[in-house]
């Protein structure tokens, strides 16, 4: 089955851009989709299909993917940014397509 | 205003089963694919199962497949999940998530889930 692999935890100044990457074989050739979940509380999406962003999400999220790697890009990060961050597929070739990286826990210092 | 309301969670025995339900608002239930994603206390997200519009696309997750079986009522715009022969990893927190794809690809609004927790 597809697997993603994301670093567990990525650290970063207030002001300065965190970048939180998805590995996965080829997966540049599947739409990746990021979520932000904040304790307590339901994952949001963020990102979709790659680098779209949902109504309501600050531009300061973007979303890249290319070869065997996808990055979700925060700049100007906000104190309000810390959460937990997964990246998410749909492996249509899978008997059980829905994929989910491990996550990351950003840090903002 | 899209709403997703889990309900049906509580303390099982193992083996036992419980069925969830997921009431949708603010949307055409019966044009999207619906999802069901779990959560263990103080682990990541896990995708459990997905269902299309019209119930033509089912899928499992290994870890679930022959115990829980997905379900959609587009009448009631209600979602379920009859889960049977639970066990002590089954415990989670589980939402149900809407789904803009045709056979699933990923969740654009998220319920705030319900707690199941197996245990003897």
């Known amino acids: 089955s597809y697997v993603l692999t994301q670093p567990p935890s990525v650290s970063v100044a207030p002001g300065q851009t965190a970048r939180i990457t998805c590995g996965g074989n080829n997966i540049g050739s599947k739409s990746v989709h990021w979520y932000q979940q904040k304790p307590g509380q339901a994952p949001v999406l963020v990102v979709y299909d790659d680098s779209d962003r949902p109504s309501g999400i600050p531009e300061r999220f973007s979303g890249s993917n290319s070869g065997n790697t996808a990055t979700l890009t925060i700049s100007r990060v906000e104190a309000g940014d810390e959460a937990d961050y997964y990246c998410?597929?749909?492996?249509?070739?899978?008997?059980?397509?829905?994929?989910f990286g491990g996550g990351t826990k950003l840090t903002v210092l | 205003e899209v709403q997703l309301v889990e309900s049906g969670g509580g303390l099982v025995k193992p083996g036992g089963s419980l069925r969830l339900s997921c009431a949708a608002s603010?949307?055409?239930?019966?044009?999207?694919?619906m999802n069901w994603v779990r959560q263990a206390p103080g682990k990541g997200l896990e995708w459990v199962s997905s269902?299309?519009?019209?119930?033509?696309?089912?899928y499992y997750a290994d870890s679930v497949k022959g115990r829980f079986t997905i379900s959609r009522d587009n009448a009631k715009n209600s979602l379920y999940l009859q889960m049977n022969s639970l066990r002590a990893e089954d415990t989670a927190v589980y939402y149900c998530?809407?789904?803009?794809?045709?056979?699933?690809?990923?969740?654009?609004?998220w319920g705030q889930g319900t707690l199941v927790t197996v245990s003897s």
């Open positions: 269902i299309s519009s019209s119930s033509s696309y089912i």
């Open positions: 603010g949307f055409t239930f019966s044009s999207y694919s």
């Open positions: 998530a809407r789904d803009p794809g045709p056979t699933g690809d990923h969740c654009d609004y």
């Open positions: 998410q597929v749909w492996d249509s070739s899978s008997d059980h397509p829905g994929v």
